[in-house]
């Protein structure tokens, strides 16, 4: 599936300093997808932080629009409990 970042998404991943290729690999291959409206899903993943020194979690929002994935923003988070939705 194609993926095509919108221009809000491009100014936010350049302004929080996220890499536009991590963003793109989790929206590919996320770990874990919630669903939020019909055609809107949360693709995200944990990952290393070098520079937090910690486990972040890249949220990656995105829509499902004639066969590609278009991404609204992304964003990174450090209280993983928050979001990641848990088994069972």
């Not at 829509?63 to 979001?83: C, G, P, Q, W």
């Amino acid at each position: 599936m194609d993926i095509v970042i919108s221009d809000h998404a491009r100014f936010e991943i350049a302004r929080r300093k996220l890499s536009e290729e991590m963003v793109r690999t989790i929206a590919q291959n996320p770990q874990q997808v919630i669903k939020l409206r019909k055609e809107r899903k949360v693709c995200q993943s944990k990952y290393y932080d070098l520079a937090e020194g910690r486990e972040m979690l890249l949220r990656v929002i995105c829509e499902e629009r004639h066969n590609m994935l278009f991404v609204i923003t992304a964003y990174r988070a450090s209280r993983i409990d928050k979001y990641w939705a848990k088994e069972g």
